[in-house]
């Protein structure tokens, strides 16, 4: 920022030869020191122990709070992140699984027309799609006593017909996300076949309904629907 260590020192009340002993190294500074140096850079007292900025403050060449604050401002922003937050969650189960050799080995795509993810159990692949509740009262099901989730491609295809709606075929097993209603980053699992179809019987229904606990067929281990589907 261009300050001498006399400037930081009156910025943050501190005196000019204790900042230049914590500079070289040769005073222990105290939490409240760190907190009051912080407040006159305008950064927060993390940003000062971090010695290796993460990849998106390279990318966006801003800090972490404010790209936090960025996505703090901005409602598709957030939707877009808690989308990506339960696949990296779901990535995490399936790495555990993978540990445990319940599962031989799964793949995290993010590309349009790929599936979310393709797990490898008994030497078959199967295609998972992976997808959060509907948020607040649009997400429940009064009648139904169930939570609802839109089960659907995020476009149209660039000819602008309806493409959005999954065939029966289209994946294998369904990963639902329960933050949006239980504040917690637990999953629910159902094989497609279990699916409701829409008019069409080769579609699926766009908004399925998600008991408030699992019942057969949704499952919370996503094993005992991949041995469903096996």
């Not at 393709?118 to 009262?137: A, D, F, P, Q």
């Amino acid at each position: 920022m261009g300050w001498t260590q006399e400037e930081l020192a009156e910025r943050s009340g501190l005196h000019p030869t204790y900042i230049g002993g914590i500079e070289r190294g040769q005073r222990n500074a105290t939490i409240a020191s760190f907190q009051k140096i912080a407040e006159s850079l305008d950064v927060t007292i993390a940003e000062l122990f971090r010695l290796k900025p993460h990849p998106l403050e390279k990318m966006f060449n801003a800090p972490a709070d404010d790209i936090m604050w960025a996505i703090h401002n901005g409602f598709r922003a957030q939707v877009d992140v808690k989308g990506k937050l339960a696949e990296l969650y779901l990535a995490r189960h399936l790495n555990d699984l993978k540990d445990q050799v319940l599962i031989e080995d799964f793949e995290w795509n993010d590309k349009d027309g790929v599936p979310d993810f393709i797990i490898t159990y008994k030497g078959r692949r199967y295609i998972v799609e992976c997808k959060n509740l509907r948020s607040g009262e649009a997400g429940v099901y009064k009648q139904k006593q169930s939570y609802k989730v839109e089960v659907q491609k995020t476009r149209n295809s660039k000819n602008g017909s309806n493409t959005r709606s999954y065939p029966v075929d289209h994946f294998h097993l369904l990963a639902i996300c329960m933050f949006n209603q239980t504040g917690r980053w637990d999953f629910f699992f159902i094989a497609t076949k279990q699916l409701e179809r829409s008019a069409d019987p080769n579609l699926l229904k766009v908004f399925q309904a998600v008991p408030f606990n699992p019942t057969t067929p949704w499952e919370k281990d996503i094993v005992v629907v991949l041995k469903d589907i096996e």
